[in-house]
Nanobody
Framework: QAQLVESGGGSVPAGGSLRLSCAASGDIGSGKCMGWFRQVSGMGRETVATMSGGGVTSLVESVRDRFSISREDAKNTLYLQMNSLKPEDTAMYYC?????????????????WGQGTQVTVSS
């Protein structure tokens, strides 16, 4: 019943911006921890950003000055605003959620995952 659907990915030149959205439904209610993760082909998955049910956010150092994470509770939707994109940001971006409002950094503690949305940044 739980479902996460990502959208907003695409191709953009270096220096451009994208806004990713993640709509949660089913067993995933509002006020829960949600996060964004990314995976380069052939590489491991990296935690990019998390937001707790209480609004506490965390970002990986490499994107801290360029990305921001936010949530619209009325729509149960998580966003990732990505500015000043670099070629090294190219990856498949995944949204994930867990059953509580507390937000761990570790990927293994997330219960639900979306199918991903591709972000490609050209040089």
């Amino acid at each position: 019943q739980a479902q996460l659907v990502e959208s907003g990915g695409g191709s953009v030149p270096a220096g451009g911006s994208l806004r990713l959205s993640c709509a949660a439904s089913g067993d995933i209610g509002s006020g829960k921890c949600m996060g964004w993760f990314r995976q380069v082909s052939g590489m491991g998955r990296e935690t990019v950003a998390t937001m707790s049910g209480g609004g506490v956010t965390s970002l990986v150092e490499s994107v801290r000055d360029r990305f921001s994470i936010s949530r619209e509770d009325a729509k149960n939707t998580l966003y990732l605003q990505m500015n000043s994109l670099k070629p090294e940001d190219t990856a498949m971006y995944y949204c994930a959620a867990r059953r509580s409002m507390r937000c761990p950094w570790s990927q293994v503690e997330y219960n639900y995952w979306g199918q991903g949305t591709q972000v490609t940044v050209s040089s």
